[in-house]
Nanobody, 119 residues
């Protein structure tokens, strides 16, 4: 059984910063790609940032230059540093990890953490 636990959401003023963290636990052989997605009210879930096991990153154009994704393979964690936050960044943020178990890759999601950017 694999579980992803997210932390770090909250309320922040425009221009502020938050750091999200997502930790995977369970019977994990290895983790391929890790990523963060977000879903604002009334909108579809969208990719925010992704990071492969080889270190290649992919950012949404909406956050590039403001957000940084990083991973710690030893701890099975992926973080999202969010700077210069804007009201339009307000959403529920979800961690996703592509985890290898028994020779197969499975996609796991965190429970979501709310980020609200407001003055």
């Amino acid at each position: 059984q694999v579980q992803l636990v997210e932390s770090g959401g909250g309320l922040v003023q425009p221009g502020g910063s938050l750091r999200l963290s997502c930790a995977a636990s369970g019977s994990i052989f290895s983790i391929n790609a890790m990523g963060w997605y977000r879903q604002a009210p009334g909108k579809q879930r969208e990719l925010v940032a992704a990071l492969t096991s080889g270190g290649r990153t992919n950012y949404s154009g909406l956050v590039k230059g403001r957000f940084t994704i990083s991973r710690d393979n030893a701890k099975n964690t992926v973080d999202l540093q969010m700077n210069s936050l804007k009201p339009e960044d307000t959403a529920d943020y979800y961690c996703n990890q592509k985890i290898v178990i028994g020779g197969h890759e499975y996609s796991y999601w965190g429970q979501g953490t709310q980020v609200t950017v407001s003055s």
